[in-house]
């Protein structure tokens, strides 16, 4: 056992006398961010959430008891089902009370307070969600915070994405989008969608969406975008005076890593690869489409079984990646939308892109001769619609909900 994690543990249950009369520590879960393996920061810095920090222990609750707790009613609306109970009956004192854990988050203040609040208070509207994990308490203790949730048993996606088959990525998507319709209809962006924030189980076919130290209501912080310019002609106008404004000597036409105009800064919070074109674009009014197109990087893992998918450093290499997928000709349409001007040298970055459906049958080394199946290809037209690059052509989460591709297998 790692020596930090052990002096962590103590020092938690020293802060927290109250929580450690209820609580038993057990081990770490997750990976904390100062524990991360002595690789060079940009090696793992790609897959993990830009400006959230925090440590998980899984803990046991001792005075926990199934049939009579107050939030028995928000863990049913999970839909998750307790584990069954083990009674040990050979031991006299055999107590017919179940072990029962919990996932304690210790949040660490980095920017401000108010983001730990934040997360909290987003999880508490969010209580009796389906599919989305509850909050049972939390604690403070000068500037720590804790987070008591039910603990969640799920594998590591990278254990099992490569064998599902199209009905378990359907289900296994039901769940992520049951969830995500849940926060999009209390006007939430969880902003961090990506497989280790949703705890799945693939034996009993239960997800839960976690990790909400990202996550946004709609609408805090904006500033008028262009995509939201109801017309496509004034919407052009105002596209045509940001040209103007570019190429007047001010600023080069270029990547947008070199755009330095102030009106062109926007929430980017989220982990590389899983980040909507509008997020790398810098949109100021980003929706909650932004999470489908996250839903959407999933999809394409699993399909092209490939994980990471898009593995970029920076914003320009992200926006490279999806420009040789889609081609630099929907790329730069996709800017506009944004008043984004994005132009590329990149000799792989053809004008037409290519089609998902090649794209996965290239990474799955299948050749002509062995096409998609008919589901396979209800899958390919879904993800066609979660990844569409402007955010108000993709499909919402209800409407996702009604696709055939995830009413395919719905019990
Ligand atoms: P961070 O902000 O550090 O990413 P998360 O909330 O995503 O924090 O939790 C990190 C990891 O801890 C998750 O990927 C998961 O493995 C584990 N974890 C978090 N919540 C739970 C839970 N309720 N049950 C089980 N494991 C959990
Ligand atoms: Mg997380």
């Known amino acids: 056992v790692d020596r930090n994690v052990l002096a962590d543990m103590r020092k938690l249950i020293e802060d927290f006398p109250s929580f450690a ?41 001792k005075l926990y008891d199934y049939y009579n707790n107050d939030w028995k009613d928000q863990i049913e609306a999970t839909k998750w089902t307790p584990p069954p109970v083990r009674r040990r009956h050979n031991h006299p004192s055999s107590p017919r009370r179940p072990n029962r854990y919990v ?54 996606f990278r254990s099992y994405f490569r064998d599902m088959t199209i009905p378990d990525i359907a289900i296994y998507l039901r769940s992520l989008f049951t969830a995500l319709k849940s926060c999009h209809e209390h006007h939430i962006l969880h902003r961090d969608i990506k497989p280790t924030n949703f705890l799945y189980d693939p034996s009993t076919q239960h997800g839960v969406l976690v990790d909400f130290g990202l996550a946004e209501r709609e609408g805090t912080e904006t500033k008028p ?17 940001v040209w103007a404004q570019t190429s007047n000597g001010q600023n080069q036409p270029g990547y947008p890593k070199n755009d330095t105009r102030p009106s062109k800064r926007a929430n980017r919070a989220g982990t590389r690869g899983f980040r909507a074109p509008e997020v790398l674009f810098k949109c100021t009014e980003q929706t909650t489409a932004i999470d489908i197109w996250s839903a959407g990087v999933i999809l394409l893992t699993i399909l092209s079984k490939r994980f990471p998918f898009f593995n970029s450093a920076d914003d320009v290499e992200a926006m490279i990646e999806i420009a040789t997928i889609f081609g630099s000709r929907r790329m730069k349409a996709a800017g506009l939308l944004h008043g984004c001007v994005f132009e590329t040298t990149i000799p792989t970055v053809g004008t037409q ?46 409407e996702a909900l009604q696709h055939e591709f995830l009413k395919m297998h719905d019990p």
């Open 353 to 398: 892109g290519f089609s998902l459906e090649k794209i996965i049958l290239w990474s799955t080394c299948r050749n002509e001769d062995k096409p998609l199946t008919t589901e396979e290809k209800m899958a390919v037209s879904f993800l066609e619609r979660c990844m569409e690059l402007d955010p108000s052509r993709r499909i919402t989460a209800e």
């Open 225 to 241: 975008c262009l995509c939201h310019e109801g017309r496509p002609m004034r919407r052009a106008r105002q596209v045509n005076s």
């Open 21 to 61: 009369k209820k609580y038993r520590l057990i081990k770490r879960i997750g990976e904390g961010w100062f524990h991360k393996p002595s690789q060079p920061p940009g090696q793992w810095a790609n897959h993990t959430s830009i400006g959230t920090f925090s440590t998980v222990y899984k803990a046991e609750d």
């Open 103 to 156: 996932a304690i988050k210790k949040i660490y203040v980095t920017s401000s307070p108010s983001r730990i609040f934040n997360e909290l208070d987003l999880l508490n509207d969010l209580r009796n969600c389906p599919s989305v994990c509850p909050l049972i308490t939390a604690f403070r203790h000068t500037d720590q915070v804790i987070a008591v949730l039910p603990y969640f048993r799920h594998s590591d």
